[in-house]
């Protein structure tokens, strides 16, 4: 067993088949169906049911992808020590960052970063935080940026804390007012986030909490588009104040938002707890520990 074979079974079990999984991994197909063959051979069992150009993980196929996906991860993690040990001047991040609010936030820290380490080769992912935490617990990702959370099978380090503004339309009958409470919006549509957005569920409690269920008049994780859809009187968008202000534009109002306290976006960078940090990881931590870790970052 070889930890090429393992990473192209890895492969093959995400991406759904071994032509998927060829395109990944920049192989031909028959390449990876060889050693996809070498695994099953070496371990005396079929990983796959092939469903024509599908494949669907046997009963053992489940506990292999388990423990490959942990053996691999050593793996990286051993090779990363290894490394950092040797002071090559090299190395590789493997980034989350929200798809909220990373231009706002993000462009110029990374740009940064680029430029006092530009030997470091950054792989960068984009995602609602649900989405992030997934990737970091299956090792896909060294750290991510997400809302602070909950799991203590993350460690994590803060950010930022932004507070919520309400975008509405020019014409609604609050647009006059300086702010306006989340109640105030029982009757407006709300234009959510995708559902890997864990600020959905922060808004849904909020709401609830004052007496309602928010009406849902679209979903989208850009949050240009939300805004146009704003403009356009489709509803109201509850948006971090370091992006709202950015996105105001004509037929768009700009409100502050009085909701409970838990309703804030506390963006923290998290990995596994314990897991081993390269130096690259530890690089970009130090850099954010140089921003403000709470009230507006810019």
Same mark, same amino acid.
Request: charged share 20%; proline share 6%.
């Given at each position: 067993m070889e930890f090429k074979q393992l990473r192209t079974f890895v492969e093959v079990a995400r991406q759904g088949g071994?032509?998927?999984?060829?395109?990944?991994?920049?192989? @031909?197909?028959?390449?990876? @169906?060889?050693?996809?063959?070498?695994?099953?051979? @070496?371990?005396?069992?079929?990983?796959?049911?092939?469903? =024509?150009?599908?494949?669907?993980?046997t009963a053992a196929g489940n506990v292999v992808l388990l423990r490959a996906e942990s053996m691999l991860r050593l793996h990286r993690e051993l090779l990363s020590e290894l490394d950092d040990l040797s002071h090559l001047a090299r190395g590789?991040?493997?980034?989350?960052?929200?798809?909220?609010?990373?231009?706002?936030?993000?462009a110029r820290l990374f740009a940064e970063y680029r430029r006092r380490y530009p030997n470091i080769q950054v792989q960068l992912?984009?995602?609602?935080?649900?989405?992030?935490?997934?990737?970091?617990?299956?090792?896909?990702?060294?750290?991510? =940026? @997400?809302?602070?959370?909950?799991n203590p099978a993350f460690a994590?380090?803060?950010?930022?804390?932004?507070?919520?503004?309400a975008l509405l339309p020019a014409d609604h009958p609050l647009a006059e007012d300086g702010s306006v409470r989340l109640e105030q919006l029982a009757d407006t549509p709300f234009l959510l986030y995708q559902r890997s957005f864990v600020l959905n569920d922060r808004l849904l409690?909020?709401?609830q909490q004052v007496g309602f269920t928010p009406k849902e008049g679209g979903r989208s994780g850009q949050a240009d588009f939300l805004v146009a859809l704003v403009a356009a009187g489709q509803g109201a968008v509850l948006l971090p104040s370091v992006v709202a202000r950015g996105l105001v534009r004509p037929g768009v109002v700009r409100l502050k938002l009085v909701a409970?306290?838990?309703?804030?976006?506390d963006i923290?960078?998290?990995?596994?707890? =314990?897991?081993y940090l390269s130096r690259a990881a530890q690089a970009w931590l130090?850099?954010?520990?140089?921003?403000?870790?709470t009230g507006s970052v810019l």
């Open positions: 071994f032509t998927q999984a060829a395109h990944t991994l920049h192989i @031909s197909q028959s390449a990876v @169906s060889k050693k996809v063959a070498q695994l099953e051979h @070496s371990l005396a069992t079929p990983l796959f049911d092939r469903l =024509g150009s599908h494949v669907r993980l590789e991040l493997k980034l989350g960052l929200p798809l909220l609010g990373s231009d706002a936030l993000f992912l984009e995602g609602g935080s649900l989405n992030i935490e997934q990737a970091v617990l299956s090792g896909e990702l060294e750290l991510g =940026g @997400s809302l602070t959370p909950k994590y380090q803060p950010f930022c804390d932004e507070p919520l503004d409690q909020a709401c409970p306290d838990y309703l804030r976006w923290a960078f998290i990995w596994r707890d =314990g897991a130090e850099l954010l520990r140089e921003r403000p870790v």
